[in-house]
């Protein structure tokens, strides 16, 4: 969240449950992760309500990134942070690919992953978070047959590296059709995943995915293997002109290099039935990009994909 230049005071409200006379309740604002104010009272205020702290400057509060945390008996209660003004944004981390489930188990892992689900009200998305400092405005958005139907905007106040993961609910079930998910660091678009939710009588029950492995040749003499070539494949979603216009780590969903015979292996399985873009590039021959590039439903691991390159 953002408020404008000027902002003289900030209200943080809240509700407090099981809190006892007598405890130690504290709290400190920061400003750009220095800290600016600080107070520590003994609770009088009742078992459980409703309340609120603030903190202000005649004249306006400086434009930055404003934190409170709270706490309980030295206890962390909760941390959370806001922008004021055009205060220069954090450095710019990055999102990890995606992956959707069916779940999350208590110790935050993806539980029945996939790409494929029904008869189900919430999906959940897990990501790797790097390169993220405390005061980034971040978004997400959500999109059913490419139509929006969620957005949300947030300032980052995790761990600068961290896994992390977010969902979309329904109120009974998530309605039948293609769902896309898109993350935005400072209004950029660096990440994106797509599934989908299927009728049941639809869903068959999703293939293991494979290990994909193959050799890289010179056209006109297969005999002789390309080293050192990169191999990338996008994640879903994500086109071969939108790499190429903006290439980024965050945008790769599985990726391999040559070895000096030619052969390489992709760092991640792939599920036989999705489709990706490809691109494959070194720098004495001719780029190769396609789009839609679909792994063999019928494949079985390890899956060969071999590719053809032409000197510049």
């Given amino acids: 969240m953002r408020f404008p230049s000027g902002t003289d005071v900030l209200y943080a409200t809240f509700e407090y449950g099981n809190f006892q006379e007598g405890d130690s309740f504290e709290y400190i604002w920061r400003r750009d992760g220095f800290q600016i104010f600080q107070d520590k009272v003994v609770w009088r205020f009742g078992k459980e309500g409703a309340t609120w702290v603030n903190v202000f400057q005649d004249g306006g509060l400086e434009d930055g990134y404003y934190e409170l945390e709270m706490l309980l008996e030295g206890e962390p209660l909760f941390r959370d942070g806001v922008v004021i003004g055009d205060a220069t944004p954090p450095g710019q981390g990055s999102f990890g690919p995606i992956t959707f489930a069916a779940g999350v188990s208590e110790d935050d892992q993806p539980v029945d992953p996939g790409t494929v689900f029904s008869d189900v009200k919430e999906v959940y998305a897990f990501f790797r978070a790097e390169g993220m400092e405390n005061g980034t405005v971040w978004s997400r958005k959500w999109y059913l047959d490419d139509e929006l139907v969620a957005e949300k905007e947030a300032v980052w106040n995790g761990a600068e590296e961290e896994e992390t993961w977010l969902s979309i609910v329904a109120k009974e079930k998530l309605p039948v059709g293609r769902y896309r998910l ?13 599934f989908d939710v299927a009728a049941p009588e639809e869903v068959a029950d999703e293939p293991e ?25 996008l994640n879903p979603g994500v086109t071969v002109d939108e790499f190429l216009d903006d290439p980024k780590d965050s ?12 052969y390489y292996q992709l760092d991640r399985k792939l599920v036989p039935g999705s489709s990706f873009s490809v691109v494959v590039f070194h720098k004495q021959y001719k780029l190769i990009a396609v789009d839609d590039f679909q792994i063999d439903p019928e494949a079985t691991s390890p899956y060969e994909v071999n590719i053809t390159m032409k000197r510049r």
């Fill in 209 to 233: 995915p494979v290990l994909v492995v193959g050799r890289i040749v010179e056209a006109g003499n297969k005999r002789r293997g390309v080293e050192g070539a990169t191999v990338l494949f």
């Fill in 182 to 194: 898109e993350l935005f660091i400072e209004g950029e678009r660096v990440q994106s995943g797509r």
């Fill in 251 to 262: 945008l790769v969903y599985a990726g391999g290099v040559s070895d000096e015979e030619g």
